[in-house]
């Protein structure tokens, strides 16, 4: 049994997870994914688009996260991430549709549509799926 | 004296206003268990952030070197050497409608108070709800100036909400050169009580310590330190509003269905009474309708 520390994965809407005992962690760093183990050095991370993995009990989690940043402390990590949606639970129709819909707005050049919101989306929803496609190979 | 017909008709208007003070306050109270489940479940999220800000400022100061990096970088949110201090934010939450008790009032004495104290200033307000708005548009004085304004957004509060009024505070902030943000709001306690909570939320320099930091643990930052500094703090600041504005709302329909509680027990008292006096009216007639009989007997007896 290795040494354990806990996580809280914390969006502006909900606490998803609370004081977690994990045992490692793959966090997605700007600069590519980045592991954490017990005993960490205190460090501070901005987080882009990609996957967050832990292994409790040697079963291993997968979520999507949008962004963020994370707090790693001797005996804790703080994700504090835009979005998270379990891998599990990542619907690829429901992405691929976000996208078609998305990428239509941008195609009608409205004045009053948000570009910046429409590629965030189709980026958030190619994250999200690139996840799930992860997750289930 | 007050004709049976006068009195018949107060009590039905009384408790026709009974009944919408009750329906009210059912619908307040419907809507109440929603704005708490989404209010704790923002709270994390706002709150652990700040933790953590007030954990790294130190360390952000000490790696802050240049003069150039105080004045344009991560550490304005901080220490502030450079703002204006007779330039201040103010940040008033209300509700948009009254029928709350004393939930706009203890907010506007509250600010009235700030404003009083610095009157020598220039003052930039930021309303959130129709009742702060149009009590500060009545003040009409010359350094008080309403920078941005929000209304009709309770009890339907989102995260856009949050994020257009942090967004227009942090703009203002750098754009006036602001000494510091002040905000004003409700803090829910429970179902039966609001909390008046009065606090500086810019710059950061004013926050509290939570951890005991003996073990003098340096953090490393990935990427730099300003880099990071300039990206969190707003998502901190957005944060944080969120949080604001969802215990301001849980505490207005708080507010709200007490209110109205006690009000339409005041109503139902008012009914009782009026029914006394009703049925003393009546009686009263009814007494000298019969002394009249009586008289008139009498007088054909005698």
């Known amino acids: 049994m290795s040494k354990t520390f806990t996580l809280n994965l914390i969006t502006p809407q909900r606490q998803i997870l609370q004081d977690l005992p994990v045992e490692s962690i793959v966090l997605p760093a700007l600069s590519g994914e980045m592991g954490v183990l017990a005993g960490h050095i205190p460090m501070v991370v901005q987080l882009g688009l990609g996957s967050l993995r832990y292994k409790q009990e040697g079963i291993e989690k997968e979520f999507a996260v949008m962004g963020g940043f994370a707090e790693i402390m001797h005996t804790t990590v703080n994700v504090f991430a835009e979005g998270a949606d379990l891998a599990e639970e990542i619907d690829e129709e429901e ?27 189709i980026k958030q929803s190619l994250a999200r799926m690139k996840v799930k496609k992860r997750h289930l190979n | ?10 009590i039905k208007a009384i408790k026709s206003t009974q009944q919408i003070m009750q329906t009210m306050k059912m619908i307040s109270s419907a809507r109440i268990r929603k704005a708490q489940e989404s209010m704790d479940n ?146 829910f306690k429970s179902r039966g009580s609001q909390q008046l909570r009065e606090a500086s939320i810019l710059p950061f320099n004013a926050l509290p310590t939570v951890h005991d930091k003996t073990d003098d643990t340096e953090f490393l930052f990935e990427p730099g330190v300003q880099e990071i500094f300039r990206i969190l703090v707003p998502r901190l600041m957005k944060a944080n509003m969120y949080r604001v504005l969802l215990e301001s709302q849980a505490a207005n329909l708080a507010a709200t269905m007490n209110a109205m509680d006690a009000a339409s027990k005041n109503a139902g008292e008012l009914v009782q009474t009026l029914g006394v006096k009703l049925n003393k009216v009546r009686q009263a007639g009814i007494t000298n309708e019969i002394l009249d009989i009586v008289n008139g007997a009498e007088a054909l007896n005698g």
């Open chain 1, 95 to 121: 992405e691929k549709q976000k996208i078609k819909r998305a990428k239509e707005s941008l195609s009608r050049k409205d004045a009053d549509i948000d570009f910046e919101l429409a590629e965030l989306e």
């Open chain 2, 1 to 10: 004296m007050e004709s049976l017909r006068d009195i018949r008709q107060n």
């Open chain 2, 42 to 187: 923002a709270r994390p999220f706002a709150t652990k952030m700040l933790e953590m800000v007030a954990d790294l400022k130190e360390e952000v100061l000490a790696q802050t070197d240049t003069e150039s990096e105080i004045e344009s970088g991560a550490s304005r949110f901080l220490l502030n050497k450079t703002g204006n201090p007779n330039k201040i934010g103010l940040v008033v939450i209300t509700g948009d409608k009254g029928l709350a008790g004393s939930f706009n009032a203890v907010i506007l004495r509250a600010a009235v108070a700030f404003l009083k104290k610095h009157q020598d200033k220039e003052v930039f307000v930021f309303c959130i709800g129709k009742k702060g708005r149009d009590f500060i548009n009545r003040f009409h004085k010359k350094n008080i100036q309403i920078v941005y304004s929000s209304i009709g957004i309770f009890p339907k509060v989102t995260y856009a909400h949050a994020e257009l009024l942090g967004e227009a505070i942090l703009k203002e902030y750098f754009e006036r050169n602001l000494g510091s943000v002040t905000l004003i709001y409700n803090d």
